[in-house]
């Protein structure tokens, strides 16, 4: 079923039009696994900070208030 006014390729034509083809296709998809690993690790530090944050706010909250000794206790 080929048409009947398109010329067969060869193997060395093809690899010419195939091989950088993939190449570049290769380039785009590991581009965008790159960026998408980036955006993932920048998502999970901010997760991480804000759970540092709400245990640290529980931590201080949790901790019973003293007041802080005057210039007499400190000398």
């Known amino acids: 079923m080929r048409h ?3 010329p067969r390729l ?3 034509r093809e690899v010419l039009i195939l091989l950088p083809l993939a190449m570049l296709l290769l380039v785009l998809l590991s581009s965008f696994t790159l960026f998408a690993f980036r955006s993932a690790i920048g998502l999970l530090i901010e997760e991480r900070q804000e759970e540092a944050s709400i245990l640290a706010r ?3 909250a949790s901790i019973p208030p003293t007041t802080l000794p005057d210039q ?3 000398r």
Request: glycine residues 8%.
């Open 58 to 60: 529980r931590l201080a």
């Open 10 to 12: 060869g193997y060395r």
């Open 72 to 74: 007499l206790e400190l």
């Open 4 to 6: 009947p006014h398109w």
